[in-house]
């Protein structure tokens, strides 16, 4: 009977079979939220109208958000007259279709169950979809939908059914709010972090963290200490937190990269470890070392050229082997990445850049990437970097969220009074304000560590900075 209802939301259905749903579960639903309406605060966060099989049913739910979201009652009386002033009484199927869920519910206590099950029915519906996506994209020419573009399309509609089920059409303003409020509560009380934090406190202070969606270049001239800086702060996740985290180094190979962290962690020059010039009392710090690393969920991977594509899929395949989102991901650096040719550099930037915005707001997950300079900063009496020096493209001060550059004095002045400090100057904060802030260098081990606030600088780096590497 149902196959026919003008209020069924049409799909694809594969030979005549009716698609997945459970009407009963939905009418038990409403039915319950009439009855009691404290009964929606249960179900709110997971069900959503879109969920709904019946289109009236989605209807009906969605008024009771709208009251629920006025903190108004959701009986009987309130729904009727909310559909009835919003012209929706007659669509629903009238007073007798509310009447009707009520008179079929006995309670509402098992209302967190049946919501779990409308959900599951319209993930599986939703597969359908996916089946016929799929069959469109195998009929297309590659000069349409090159192959790769196909599989990314794919890759992208299974991880949101896996993330969320929430993933469907615009919001209304009182849902994000209510959103929002509980984002604020559950950080007032220490629920959740503002945001991904770097292990330097004072540029956690001044950013509140990295968002997840954020796009963050970090960008300074040669030498300046940048991949050392984006590894740390992955490493310091991973570490802290047990965030998964993933670096994708163009131009350092996977051991590089493994022997400056073993180096920071055991707290022994790389220069000792390339060698194998280590000490007895060194070797218990590096196995200490190796123990802790290897526990932590970093994964490296050193292809020279790996295209945008590439990297968002070894992110999803890390992400369903973690079964959980990713802390951070690192790109270094932008200038060799694969721009797909075009002729025109300043584009291709432009292109890569927006494409790693959207990989973070796809993946709910900050992208760190790295980006070299113009030589003008070299032309200038005063070397710290700005905006206007980022190489190649407008295109990334555009589309990154922050802009970190990294400077150190003693890189032009050997004799500088600023040795072993490095300014991280905050040149572009999306969400707040910019500025400068100091950390210690330590070229031996090719780290950043945190100041002492209290102290001056008239002592040495080791006096100056954290106990602690990350």
Not at 12 to 24: C, F, G, H, R, V
Not at 148 to 166: K, M, P, T, V, W
Not at 277 to 293: A, D, F, H, P, V
Not at 334 to 355: C, F, P, S, V, Y
């Amino acid at each position: 009977m149902y196959a026919s209802d003008d209020n069924v939301i049409p799909f694809a259905t594969t030979a005549n079979k009716l698609p997945p749903q459970s009407i009963e579960s939905e009418e038990a639903i409403l039915g319950g939220i009439l009855l009691d309406p404290a009964a929606i605060e249960r179900v709110r966060d997971i069900l959503k109208p879109h969920h709904f099989y019946i289109s009236a049913h989605g209807r009906i739910y969605n008024a009771a958000l709208r009251l629920n979201a006025q903190e108004l009652p959701t009986d009987l009386l309130m729904i009727t007259n909310y559909l009835a002033d919003n012209s929706l009484l007659e669509i629903i199927g009238g007073r007798n279709k509310l009447a009707s869920l009520v008179d079929r519910t006995v309670s509402a206590v098992n209302i967190d169950a049946l919501a779990g099950l409308v959900v599951e029915k319209w993930k599986r519906r939703e597969l359908g979809r996916l089946g016929s996506q799929a069959i469109e994209l195998q009929h297309k020419s590659n000069e349409e939908t090159p192959l790769e573009e196909a599989f990314s399309q794919l890759q992208d509609f299974i991880y949101e059914l896996q993330r969320s089920s929430d993933t469907a059409g615009a919001s209304h303003i009182s849902d994000v709010i209510v959103d929002l409020f509980q984002d604020i509560e559950d950080r007032s009380q220490g629920k959740v972090l503002p945001g991904i934090p770097t292990g330097f406190y004072d540029l956690d202070a001044m950013t509140c963290g990295f968002n997840r969606n954020d796009l963050v270049i970090v960008a300074g001239r040669p030498a300046m200490g940048k991949s050392a800086f984006a590894a740390q702060i992955a490493f310091y996740l991973a570490k802290a937190y047990q965030f998964p985290v993933v670096v994708f180094s163009l131009e350092m190979s996977k051991l590089q990269i493994a022997m400056r962290a073993l180096s920071g962690e055991a707290g022994i020059p790389s220069g000792y470890l390339k060698t194998g010039r280590i000490s007895n009392k060194q070797w218990e710090s590096l196995s200490q070392g190796i123990g802790t690393l290897s526990e932590l969920p970093i994964y490296l991977d050193d292809r020279p050229d790996p295209s945008l594509s590439y990297i968002e899929s070894e992110c999803r395949k890390i992400m369903a082997q973690e079964r959980r989102d990713l802390g951070l991901i690192v790109v270094d650096y932008l200038q060799l990445m694969d721009g797909n040719g075009g002729g025109n550099r300043n584009h291709e930037i432009e292109k890569l850049t927006r494409g790693l915005k959207r990989l973070a707001m796809k993946l709910q997950t900050p992208v760190m990437c790295l980006s070299q300079l113009s030589r003008a900063v070299e032309n200038r009496n005063n070397k710290r970097p700005m905006l206007s020096d980022l190489r190649d493209s407008g295109g990334i001060e555009q589309d990154a969220d922050k802009v970190i550059m990294l400077y150190r004095d003693e890189y032009y002045d050997t004799n500088t009074q600023d040795r072993g400090v490095a300014e991280i100057i905050l040149a572009k904060n999306r969400d707040g304000a910019t500025g400068t802030i100091q950390l210690l260098f330590d070229g031996h081990l090719t780290k950043f560590q945190n100041m002492v606030r209290s102290a001056t600088l008239s002592g040495t780096p080791s006096q100056l900075a954290q106990s602690d590497w990350y």
